[in-house]
């Protein structure tokens, strides 16, 4: 079954350095999105993605977040200048139409800001 | 706005039944999803629901009432494997942005 891959599982780093955070969608998806989990919180929403453009964001998406599909199949998450409290498990998810269609989740990639 | 509500644990015995409630309140209902999400894990779809009644899905069922704003997850003849977080989620009524509840942690004791 297709499945939606991020890389990597885990990223370590430094208080105000970037990061970039890959995701590779299932391949016949149309609509991306980013969400992140503060360890034992709820699932938040961060930003969806549909033809090239963000289509909906939440207010935690600040000017240090972007993101991005540089090609065909890789969907990425920027952070500028990260923080202590953005340390959380992001995950991207996939879904091939919006409303009924479910979204698909990715593994996660675990971040920890030192 | 939207606001989702549900217990923040249970715990069952392994054969057993467990019913999940999740109450919401939202501008433009668009459905509402169940997932499962095990520790340190990714959330996985389980079921949708859109119009009134039960959705049965092998062990897992799925019922929603949209004039009472609720619904519930019922998890049958439970396994071990089972204890997990099971998230209600509601998507806007664009479709492109879903609101999770805090999630409900089951634990199944053998």
């Known amino acids: 079954e297709p499945e939606v891959t991020q890389t990597p599982s885990h990223q370590v780093t430094q208080m105000g350095q970037e990061v970039i955070l890959r995701c590779v969608p299932i391949?016949?998806?149309?609509?991306f999105y980013w969400y992140r989990q503060i360890l034992g919180q709820k699932v938040e929403f961060l930003v969806s993605?549909?033809?090239?453009?963000?289509?909906?964001k939440s207010e935690i998406f600040d000017d240090q977040f972007s993101v991005e599909r540089p090609d065909g199949s890789n969907f990425t998450l920027k952070i500028r200048s990260t923080k202590l409290e953005d340390s959380a498990m992001y995950f991207c998810?996939?879904?091939?139409?919006?409303?009924?269609?479910?979204?698909?989740f990715g593994d996660g990639t675990r971040l920890s800001i030192l | 706005g939207q606001n989702i509500d549900q217990p923040t644990e249970m715990t069952a015995t392994e054969g057993a039944i467990v019913q999940i409630n999740c109450t919401y309140q939202?501008?433009?209902?668009?459905?509402l999803f169940w997932y499962q999400q095990h520790a340190g894990e990714a959330p996985t779809f389980l079921s949708y629901?859109?119009?009134?009644g039960l959705e049965e899905k092998g062990r897992f069922s799925s019922f929603l009432s949209r004039s009472k704003g609720y619904s519930y997850l019922l998890l049958k003849e439970l396994q071990m494997k089972d204890s997990a977080s099971y998230l209600c989620?509601?998507?806007?009524?664009?479709?492109?942005?879903?609101?999770f509840g805090g999630g409900t942690r089951v634990l199944v004791k053998p």
């Open positions: 629901n859109v119009l009134d």
């Open positions: 998810a996939s879904s091939e139409d919006l409303g009924n269609q479910p979204q698909h």
């Open positions: 993605f549909y033809n090239n453009e963000i289509s909906e």
């Open positions: 939202t501008s433009g209902f668009n459905g």
């Open positions: 989620a509601v998507p806007t009524a664009a479709g492109n942005k879903l609101t």
């Open positions: 391949s016949n998806h149309l609509y």
